[in-house]
């Protein structure tokens, strides 16, 4: 099997555009420009979508106030009222990994979030900035999140370490959960693909089965999308409301 | 694996921070404000519409009463119009027999004095002639006129007792 047959070559980041700024590495590589990609299609759809806003929407117009809906009642429904002004940042996150997990599912498509260091600096961002909120609004009181109310005073010494190592895990859990989701599920793919052409008639069975993997994927890109944004809600109501 | 090659690390975080902020900076300044834009505009219709569609059953519902009012007005003005009406009608009714009966009683009145007067009349002639015929028949008894005065006496002492 060569080297561009793994089932991992698609994970390949290649330099398209080699761009170095004083010593930085900015090249473009195919995993930024999905990640452009992404950007231009999610303004396209949301923002030509609204072009001419009508009182009766058509299809497109539906699609998108459909997505603006989703979120905007997840983020009331797990944040609370509270939860608008950050509205625009949770929206933005759910849109961009959403379409950049479905761009993965396009044939020679790149996915950028099966890369934990673009998954992982998400994770940070989302897990840094709902810290500092917390402490922003509770000042020192924020540090009583990590003794939970009613627990006698003895259990301390035990509960606050696993509190605290429970909070820092967040950004490792809520990144590892994504890429993982998409590196596995990319590679299951590639390899029952690879079995099409090697079992020659009978590579009808692996194709099949590659066809219901394909649409098990595209729920899957779904999903990921929406569980990132869920836990990302979740951890700013703990941030704004502590327990 | 590709995804452990920290060379890759660099870049793929430069352009993840530069879209990720372009798009969020596009949603929050342009995306997100239009469609709440439009949402609200809708809702806000919608509660116009419900508003009105109120305001207007209120306002059906005043007519009708309205309607039932009147209805009820010209029902009671119809009733006292045809009380009214029966009312003049018996009293016009009751003020014509009376003129009636006012007429025939002075008819029968004017009928009973002419039947007097003729029955007067009547004796009158029979008393005239009696008188002549008593007179003829005493001249031609006694062979001398009589006293035409004391005849007319005797016939009216004679038919006293059967006038009236």
């Known amino acids: 099997m060569a080297a561009d047959q793994s089932p991992l070559a698609q994970f390949e980041i290649k330099r398209w555009v080699p761009i170095e700024i004083g010593d930085v590495d900015v090249s473009l590589t195919n995993s930024s420009a999905f990640m452009v990609l992404t950007v231009v299609a999610v303004s396209v759809f949301l923002i030509l979508g609204m072009r001419r806003p009508a009182m009766v929407p058509g299809r497109w117009q539906s699609m998108v106030e459909l997505s603006y809906v989703f979120i905007a009642s997840l983020v009331k429904d797990t944040v609370g009222t509270e939860g608008r002004t950050y509205f625009p940042f949770i929206f933005t996150v759910f849109m961009f990994v959403l379409v950049g997990n479905l761009f993965g599912m396009v044939p020679y498509g790149f996915t950028f979030t099966s890369h934990i260091i673009v998954t992982f600096t998400m994770a940070m961002v989302v897990f840094l900035g709902v810290t500092a909120i917390a402490l922003k609004k509770h000042k020192m009181r924020f ?4 003794m939970p109310p009613g627990v006698p005073l003895i259990m301390a010494p035990l509960l606050v370490p696993i509190e605290i190592i429970s909070y820092l895990s967040r950004p490792m859990s809520l990144s590892v959960r994504l890429f993982a989701n998409m590196l596995a599920g990319h590679t299951l793919l590639k ?42 809600c979740l951890y700013l109501n703990d941030a704004l409301h502590l327990h | 694996m590709p995804q452990l090659d920290v060379n890759t690390f660099l870049p793929q975080v430069v352009w993840l921070v530069i879209t990720f902020t372009a798009l ?24 116009d ?66 039947i007097a007067k003729a029955v007067d009349d009547a004796m009158d002639n029979i008393r005239a002639a009696t008188i002549e015929v008593a007179a003829a028949v005493l001249e031609r008894l006694t062979g001398e006129a009589p006293a035409e005065k004391a005849v007319a006496k005797a016939i009216d002492r004679a038919l006293k007792p059967e006038g009236r």
Request: aromatic share 10%; hydrophobic share 55%.
């Open chain 1, 143 to 146: 540090f009583t999140f990590f």
């Open chain 2, 49 to 114: 519409n419900l508003d009105k569609a109120v305001e207007s059953k209120k306002e059906a519902e005043k007519t009708l009463a309205a309607y039932e009012q009147a209805m009820n007005e010209a029902r009671a003005g119809a009733n006292t119009h045809i009380a009214e009406a029966a009312a003049m009608m018996s009293d016009e009714a009751a003020e014509r027999e009376a003129e009636l009966a006012l007429d025939l009683s002075a008819r029968i009145t004017a009928a009973e004095d002419e």
């Open chain 2, 24 to 47: 969020y900076l596009l949603m929050w300044r342009v995306a997100v404000p239009r469609i709440a834009d439009m949402l609200e505009a809708r809702q806000r219709r919608i509660e």
């Open chain 1, 191 to 232: 390899v029952f693909a690879g079995f099409v052409v090697a079992l020659g008639l009978f590579g009808v069975f692996p194709l099949a089965f590659v066809v219901a993997l394909t649409g098990l994927e595209i729920v899957i890109a779904f999903l990921q999308a929406f569980v990132f944004t869920i836990l990302t």
